[in-house]
């Protein structure tokens, strides 16, 4: 099934859920927040929510900051 | 210094230095220059991860949060929306209620859109977020933020990264004299003597990050920037003397052949 991503487009398998996402991106679960749909998706249910077809997924963590020179902004 | 700190929201932070992590060359960097700084609040900026490059390193494993109090920003948002949304997924990605809230105006001079922030604000501090909010240097503004129930108010010292040094004394002055909560001055700082003269004029704290990494030794001024601001603070206990025209003697005159 196809997600978005950051903002890209990506192929997934059925019922993936957050935390083996996280996974595959060899992502650490404490230092990230995942977004699902404009609604934050508590770390608790990692493990336990699965993705849909269609949604669009957003999975921020710290970076130096500082205002950017170049503002990023959300769409 | 360790008898004067500073209680922020029941909270009691060692440094009144408070240090940004941005535009430094890397994370060693970053992280020598924090520890130079002497800082124990740390800002962090909220992002999307990188996730083409796996093998990106991450702050916090530079950053310590056991050791730091990390506190996330949202800078580069220009509306209440954005800005609303970075704070609640700091809140996700990090430990704390603590968010300093940037709501800007404008890309050029990236002064804050006092009424986004004020909006921004009280939306956030309903849902339990402790807000520090960096913001103009107008005294009405402060005394609205901290009527909706800011524990802290951040005005500017000059625009962010311009090195400009306090452009307007005299409003911090007032906002100090206005406010009933700690004033930390962010953005704007030049170079030591702007720290130094902050704490002289009464700030509880300053935040830089430009005038840090941007410095050709990045720690050297680290270094400086942390005796600067404990100068300016042990001078503004210690109560400097007034100014006056003409001169005084410090010798006596008794004595004299």
Redesign the interface.
Known sequence: MRITLNGESKEVAPDLSVGSLLQQLELQPDRVAVEINLSILDRSKFTTWTLQEGDRIEIISFIGGGSPRHPVHCE | MNNDPLIIAGREFRSRLWV?????KD?IE?QKAIEASGADVV???????N?TD?NKE???DYIDPKKYT?L??T????SV??AV??S???????VSDLIKL?V?GD?RT?FPDTAGLIEAAKILIAEGFIVLPYTNDDPIVAKKLVDIGCPAVMPLAAP??SGLGIRNPYNLKIIMETVNVPVVVDAGVGTASDAALAMEYGADAVLM??AI?GAKDPIMMATAMRYAVDSGRLAYRAGRIPRKLYATASSPIEGML
């Open positions: 940004g992590t941005g535009k430094y994370l970053t800002t962090v900026a909220v992002r999307r991860v996730i796996k991450n702050l916090l990390i996330p920003n800078a580069g948002c220009y929306e954005d949304r970075y609640r997924l700091a809140r996700a990605a990090g940037e800007l890309e990236l962010i990264g990050n430009t990494a």
